[in-house]
């Protein structure tokens, strides 16, 4: 039994680009006797809300017309990348960096070095693009392994090894609710946020795109427009933070 080791494509909303070159991935793998197996998922399944059944039937019509039907994987729905996902891969793949580097310097910083970025624009014409991509990258494994722009006489860097959650308690970050002096149009207050000025302008930022509303950060203190609190409670604790609902 052949040891195989796993390729995972990245795209936005895990339902075009990054399914086409799973699929694809597989069928080339196959066929040359490359242990190697493609998975796929998305950094940003929101942003699909137009997406329309599991897969575009685009990408599915260009598989059947490369002679690849019947595969299973055409049939599931898109799914989100988590932090397992990246573990368990040996090489990772983006379609777009101008697309996708912000998404994992977002949610996956840790992981954004150890991801070979393509060029593949969002677009029906793309997926000749994607099967000569695909091919090189094939043929890059069956020579041993080897990034773009890399001395081909290296293995491919490592994956970054799993992050221990420190012994201590994660740490407490405040959450209320402010409307005196403001004229009835209230904001919600996030303080007592454990990071230097950059970190918490981060994280504003953040929570404002969650929030899809606008913020500040005055002294340290992030405010977010109207009463966000049940949304951003959810979201601090994603981020691993203890959060404590103060005032009303």
């Given at each position: ?203 504003a930022a953040l ?8 913020g500040t950060v ?31």
């Open positions: 039994m052949r040891s195989e080791k796993t390729v995972l494509f990245l795209c936005t909303g895990n339902y075009y680009r990054s399914r086409f070159a799973e699929v694809l991935f597989n069928s080339v793998a196959d066929k040359m006797g490359l242990p190697w197996r493609a998975s796929s998922r998305g950094l940003a399944l929101e942003r699909g809300v137009n997406n329309v059944g599991p897969m575009e039937i685009t990408a599915i019509t260009a598989l059947e017309a490369r002679g690849i039907r019947g595969v299973a994987d055409l049939a599931r729905f898109p799914i989100q990348v988590t932090k397992d996902d990246l573990e368990t891969a040996s090489w990772i793949v983006a379609m777009k960096e101008a697309e996708h580097l912000s998404l994992l310097q977002e949610r996956f910083p840790a992981w954004t070095e150890n991801v070979e970025f393509w060029n593949v624009d969002d677009g029906p014409e793309v997926l000749d693009l994607i099967e000569r991509e695909v091919m090189d990258l094939a043929a890059r494994l069956i020579g041993g392994g080897r990034r773009r722009g890399s001395d081909p006489t290296k293995a491919p860097a490592p994956p970054p090894p799993p992050v221990k959650e420190p012994a201590k308690k994660p740490p407490t970050v405040k959450v209320g609710r402010e409307t005196a002096g403001r004229r009835g149009k209230g904001v919600t207050t996030v303080f007592e946020v454990p990071l230097d000025d950059d970190g918490v302008r981060r994280l929570l404002k795109q969650r929030c899809g509303t606008g005055k002294d340290g203190r992030i405010e977010i427009q109207g009463d966000q609190r049940d949304r951003i409670v959810v979201e601090l604790e994603k981020l691993g933070y203890n959060v404590k609902r103060v005032g009303g």
